[in-house]
């Protein structure tokens, strides 16, 4: 692995790190627990339940725009606009 790809691995992991440790708010009790073990899942059901729930929000959206997109009013109308293509 070369240098530069190097670094990229490194602010990528400590980037994924530091959000992970950002999210819990720090308490004696979080700081005082045991480790979980070995054969405890990574994903909890509450965090399963939050990804699906997202996923589930983010294809509602994606096919909302994709499908119904060009009947809103907010988008306009494709149709005014001609798209010429440039040979060259």
């Known amino acids: 692995m070369k240098a530069i790809q190097m ?3 490194n602010l990528i ?9 950002a999210t819990e708010l720090p308490s004696e ?9 070995r054969t405890k899942p990574l994903i909890s059901r509450l965090m399963l339940q939050n990804i699906a729930g997202h ?3 983010q294809l509602a959206v994606i096919f909302t725009i ?9 988008v306009g109308r494709s149709s005014q ?3 010429e293509s440039v040979a060259g």
């Open 29 to 37: 009790e979080l700081l005082n627990r045991r480790p979980y073990g």
């Open 66 to 74: 994709l499908f119904a997109g060009q009947s809103s009013p907010l």
């Open 55 to 57: 996923a589930v929000y």
């Open 13 to 21: 992991m400590d980037t994924l790190a530091s959000l992970a440790l």
């Open 7 to 9: 670094l990229w691995v």
């Open 81 to 83: 606009f001609r798209h």
